[in-house]
């Protein structure tokens, strides 16, 4: 007997709803694989993939600036019930690095950084790509300004604390850098037809960040986890989402009969107000998403030629 097909995908906590269509579309070239009886993480990936180039997102072709306002080093990560798993951290220069996660996935190694990733993915044939989105540019503007005016930024409280321009760790000077220019993440998780479950992840990391810095997105059990109970994938400030190994926190919830929203709602409820969060899950029992801020999202469920 075939199992009911579904698929809900996030666009970033802190991201406005009015990006809502581009999760729609994205969703929609995952449902069309699902549909065709195809494999739930193929069908995670397609739809990161549509994300990753939409710009308006902060991932792929819409990832953040670093702070010396040119790098971009992006993360990732696959995984499903069945056992795949593959990761990417601080990555330069990929069109899509949910492709390359895929790849690594398919090695016998689970996650590849830096430059040594990069190479993986020029020996897999990926052309070099850089491209800055001018969301990422405007919302880097802003964040150095704030941070050589010293003002209460929208920042985590934890953030403001710390001498960024003390510790920058750049090949040119931030002073350089002032007069040169002036968080989230997307994920998608599945269920095909045979019960198998996948989730898909890609962030451009959060503004302020260093040279090197990585989230939760390529962590397994903290931005993103797959079992036979079903998939989570997390958003939000990535260094307080590790401390909670929040992904598997959520999945083992589940996987004790806890029902998915209120799963999903309790993993918010952990972190304090000024914390963005957002989750989305699925399980044997169908979708739901949970947050504390805007977070553009859509899920579907089709059983029987019906979508609910």
């Known amino acids: 007997m075939k199992s009911p097909i579904s698929l809900v995908l996030h666009g970033g906590v802190g991201n406005t709803r009015a990006h ?13 694989l699902l549909r065709a009886g195809g494999d739930a993480l193929d069908a995670a990936i397609a739809a990161a993939v549509c994300l ?12 953040s600036l670093r702070m010396d306002g040119k790098t971009v080093e992006m993360d990732a990560a696959v995984m499903d019930s069945r056992g795949k798993l593959g990761a990417v951290a601080a990555l330069q220069r990929v069109k899509n690095p949910v492709k390359i996660a895929k790849a690594v996935a398919d090695t016998p190694h689970w996650l590849m950084v830096g430059e040594g990733a990069e190479a993986f993915a020029r020996v897999l044939g990926h052309d070099v790509h850089h491209v800055v989105s001018e969301r990422a540019r405007r919302i880097h503007r802003e964040v150095l ?8 930024y929208d920042f985590p409280d934890e953030w403001r604390q710390f ?19 002036g968080s989230s993440t997307i994920g998608v998780v599945t269920r095909d ?17 260093l040279y090197g810095r990585v989230g939760d997105t390529p962590i397994v059990g903290c931005g993103f986890y797959a079992g036979t109970h079903g998939a989570i994938a997390v958003t939000g400030i990535g260094e307080a989402i590790v401390r909670e190994f929040l992904a598997k926190s959520v999945y083992d919830e589940i996987a004790r009969g806890v029902p998915l929203q ?47």
């Open 20 to 32: 809502l269509d581009g999760c729609i579309a994205a969703a929609e070239v995952g449902l069309d």
């Open 52 to 63: 990753e180039d939409d710009g308006r997102f902060n991932a792929g072709s819409g990832s």
């Open 145 to 152: 300004a704030a941070l050589q005016a010293d003002q209460a």
């Open 163 to 181: 001498d960024f321009l003390g510790h920058w760790n750049f090949a040119a000077h931030w002073s350089e850098v002032i007069k040169q220019h």
């Open 193 to 209: 037809q045979h019960g198998h479950f996948a989730v898909a992840s890609s962030t451009g990391g959060s503004s302020p960040m």
């Open 262 to 308: 209120h799963a999903l709602d309790a993993g918010v409820a952990r972190f304090p107000a000024e914390i963005d969060i957002g989750i989305i899950g699925i399980s044997q029992e169908g979708f739901a998403a949970s947050d504390n801020r805007a977070m553009p999202w859509h899920g579907v469920t089709v059983s029987d030629g019906s979508d609910a």
